[in-house]
């Protein structure tokens, strides 16, 4: 009974990933959204934490392999001019993912990110799994970015969790370096998307950013 309870808690405060994602772009504004980014291949762990209570309330992770792109399990993270897919959100330049960082960080809650560099096996691995996921339900945002993560070589140990607090101790034991983003904006993270031009987009993803 304890951990029926335990469980409906992590689910009550996992509040951010309630945006169940299915389907979305077509595959031809996929490829055209493509984008590859020079930097090594690495894996980069976000958790969105209560600032008030410390719970958290959302993880996914931004995969760099032969292309970069954010895992992002019943993510809000949606607009037009945004290339997604099921949870994935494709062409995550270095503006995109400024803009996905923020779009997170607010007065009520601040972004941790974990970076961690991997093998160009493991993040193509990754990647492909990502891909290949499809929807995720409701609150199950901790639970599928862990799951995904178990299955890699080297992170069989990562235990598949509902809580984004546990997903971070395990991946902080893989040496994965760790960043704080605090904004304090309105909690209106909507605000961020608003702000989100997607001719600039386009124009900064043509120039490399």
Do not use: W
């Amino acid at each position: 009974m304890l951990r029926i309870l335990s469980l409906l808690a992590a689910l009550v405060s996992v509040t951010a990933c309630t945006t169940p994602n299915k389907g979305g772009a077509s595959p031809e504004e996929v490829s055209r959204a493509i984008f590859r980014h020079d930097g090594p291949p690495k894996l980069t762990l976000y958790t969105m934490l209560n600032n008030d209570t410390g719970a958290g309330a959302h993880s996914s992770i931004l995969i760099n392999g032969s292309q970069r792109v954010a895992f992002d399990p019943a993510g809000s993270f949606r607009k037009e001019g945004i290339v997604s897919h099921d949870d994935v959100v494709y062409g995550m330049t270095p503006y995109m993912v400024d803009v996905y960082t923020r779009f997170h960080a607010r007065k009520t809650y601040h972004v941790v990110v974990q970076e961690l560099e991997v093998s160009p096996q493991v993040a193509e691995m990754a990647l492909q799994k990502a891909l290949a996921y499809g929807p995720v339900s409701q609150a199950q945002c901790a639970y599928a970015t862990s799951d995904l993560l178990s299955q890699l070589p080297g992170f069989g140990d990562i235990g598949r969790t509902y809580f984004p607090k546990r997903l971070i101790d395990d991946f902080a034991a893989k040496g994965a370096t760790i960043q704080r983003l605090y904004e304090y904006d309105d909690d209106d993270k909507t605000k961020v998307l608003r702000n989100f031009v997607p001719e600039d987009y386009a124009a900064m993803k043509r120039a490399g950013g």
